[in-house]
């Protein structure tokens, strides 16, 4: 009766060595799993805190290793463990080096916004500000263009409008307060 080849075997068939047939390598492989697997597993597990999927990849690499080395390795000995275990750990500490070596991976929330204004941001908020100035009552509108966009004070709006202070400043309270509740109603907060 054939068995069906290791996970590893099947992997292996693409890269039997000369002199090796499939079934070599299979029978090899199997040995190792049988004995080993599962011991070696454990430990990479471990070695990676938990991490099972990375520790299967060790323990198929291992296997690589040692079938590339088939002739002088028995699979079916305890003696092979020592090496096993080492080659193990080598390859744990080789994959913890690669991770502090390369950048950390960041998502999109930690990535910092940008600290170069582009202009966007302002444009948005412009368009709208203009939108909700538009809502206004025109007498709102135009004392808020004269204060805040002119930089005129409230006696040289009064003048220039021909209202008395006090009408400038009364519209000027109901045109920050419509002007706010326009912009909270389009999820922009005027503070």
């Known amino acids: 009766m054939e068995t069906s080849p290791t996970p590893a075997g099947r992997a292996m068939h693409s890269r039997t ?3 090796r047939s499939a079934q070599q390598a299979d029978g090899f492989l199997g040995a190792l799993y049988e004995r080993h697997g599962s011991v070696l597993l454990g430990f990479a597990a471990r070695l990676l805190d938990g991490d099972w999927h990375r520790a299967e990849d060790i323990v198929q690499e291992v296997a690589f290793r040692a079938w590339q080395r088939a002739d002088d390795l ?3 000995t305890n003696a092979l463990r020592p090496w096993l275990f080492t080659v193990v750990r080598n390859l744990v ?3 913890h080096r690669s991770r502090k070596a390369r950048p950390l991976e960041a998502d999109a929330a930690d990535i910092p916004p940008s600290s170069v204004p582009d202009g966007v941001d302002r444009t948005l908020t412009r368009q709208v500000v203009v939108a909700a100035m538009r809502e206004l009552a025109p007498c709102h509108r135009e004392v ?3 204060v805040y966009y002119m930089g005129r004070s409230l006696p040289q709006t009064a003048k ?5 202070p006090g009408t400038v400043k009364s519209r000027m309270y109901h045109a920050t307060r419509a002007l706010r509740e326009g912009l909270n109603s389009r999820g922009l907060t005027a503070a």
């Open 17 to 19: 060595a000369p002199g």
């Open 74 to 76: 028995d699979p079916t």
């Open 93 to 95: 500490i080789d994959v």
């Open 144 to 146: 808020l263009v004269h």
């Open 160 to 164: 220039l409008l021909g209202v008395p």
